[in-house]
């Protein structure tokens, strides 16, 4: 047993260094004996990496729940019938109906709504996809700066660049499948040849498709979203096209 009493401020003191050494809820109970004057006068340790993590997931929900409301209902991301030879695991882009199908097999896919490239733009053919990488840094090619020396040399990732959360780098092309900061994109013929999905459903899609995975880039000018023909597809090889020369108020990506 203690000889003396201990002051009110000693007590105070050992309590929050007892605080600082166990767990949330034990420090709770532990601030429950201080007087409520006392209890202003101190603040309960902050357990930031727990509680972060529970803002950060909180707001990326947030943040799909707010890109889905911009979305129409049939370019949300949904699996969906679909007849195809290819594969599971191949990519298909349906550049004239602004979707993308990943090929699940037993005739379904998840389809995600795009935005394409706008008139001029559009291009068709088969890739692989070569490398990912999250929250992308933005190299725009020389043959843009060439045109727009205007632009930066690069933008750093993060949610301010262009090419959003994720991308997908298509063969040893200039082209990728890449995330948006605008939603209202989609559905959309806007780029300048990459494909592009909301930050929510690139990381989707980023999740599921593969390094090597197949990419079949349907023509402008097809009237169905079924895959075609290998020879069809070969025909559009020879005619894909890319171009940089991009208005300032258009996408530069």
């Not at 197949?214 to 023909?229: M, N, R, S, W």
Request: charged letters at 15%; aromatic letters at 8%.
């Amino acid at each position: 047993m203690f000889k003396k009493s201990i002051s009110y401020g000693s007590l105070t003191a050992l309590i929050a260094a007892a605080a600082l050494s166990c767990g949330a809820a034990q420090a709770e109970l532990l601030f429950a004996f201080l007087s409520p004057a006392t209890q202003g006068q101190m603040q309960a340790p902050q357990y930031a990496p727990a509680d972060q993590n529970a803002n950060d997931q909180n707001a990326n929900d947030q943040n799909a729940s707010d890109e889905d409301a911009q979305l129409n209902p049939r370019l949300q991301r949904q699996i969906v019938d679909y007849a195809s030879h290819e594969a599971p695991g191949t990519v298909i882009i349906d550049t004239p109906h602004t979707f993308l199908y990943y090929v699940l097999g037993t005739g379904k896919a998840m389809r995600y709504g795009i935005g394409v490239g706008r008139q001029g733009f559009t291009w068709a053919g088969v890739k692989q996809v070569a490398r990912k990488a999250e929250w992308p840094d933005w190299y725009p090619p020389q043959e843009m700066i060439a045109r727009q020396p205007y632009l930066p040399r690069m933008v750093a990732g993060g949610p301010g660049n262009p090419l959003g959360a994720r991308a997908m780098y298509l063969g040893n092309s200039e082209y990728r499948i890449h995330g948006t900061n605008d939603p209202t994109t989609i559905g959309k013929h806007v780029s300048s040849g990459c494909i592009r999905l909301t930050n929510a459903d690139v990381e989707d899609l980023y999740s599921r498709v593969q390094v090597g995975a197949k990419v079949i880039v349907l023509p402008q000018a097809a009237q169905t979203a079924q895959t075609p023909a290998p020879r069809q597809v070969s025909a559009h090889v020879a005619n894909e096209r890319m171009s940089w020369n991009v208005p300032r108020s258009s996408g530069l990506y």
